[in-house]
């Protein structure tokens, strides 16, 4: 499974984008997919996670509410909504996708990775 992680950019405080991660060829394969960051000096953290089956999703305390998570079956296609952005969002985003079950932290649970896309909030 090759993923393709696109969507990102530079974007004042307070603004909006939508992340996209496409899986190339044929379905994600995977039982759950995930958004990671990871900023300059810092460790790479999940933010959002949906589970295909169950749809269930998980977000980080510091993007609740304002991040959604959402899936395309028919366009394997997993989306992220980043609103109202703060500076402290910017970093360079990461799919990952899982094809074991169950929502993980830790990115050595994942299997498979897009190439990151970078999002920069300027205040």
């Known amino acids: 499974v090759q993923l393709q992680a696109s969507g990102g950019g530079l974007v004042q405080a307070g603004g909006s984008l939508r992340l996209s991660c496409a899986a190339s060829?044929?379905?994600?394969?995977?039982?759950?997919v995930g958004w990671f960051r990871q900023a300059p000096g810092k460790e790479r953290e999940l933010v959002a996670a949906?589970?295909?089956?169950?749809?269930?999703?998980y977000y980080a305390d510091s993007v609740k509410g304002r991040f959604t998570i959402s899936g395309d079956n028919a366009k394997n296609t997993v989306y992220l909504q980043l609103n109202s952005l703060k500076p402290e969002d910017t970093a360079v985003y990461y799919c990952?996708?899982?094809?074991?079950?169950?929502?993980?932290?830790?990115?050595?649970?994942?299997?498979?990775w897009g190439q990151g896309t970078q999002v920069t909030v300027s205040s």
């Open positions: 060829g044929h379905s994600f394969g995977a039982n759950v």
């Open positions: 990952a996708a899982r094809t074991a079950s169950g929502i993980y932290f830790e990115a050595s649970r994942y299997d498979y």
């Open positions: 949906i589970s295909w089956s169950g749809r269930s999703t």
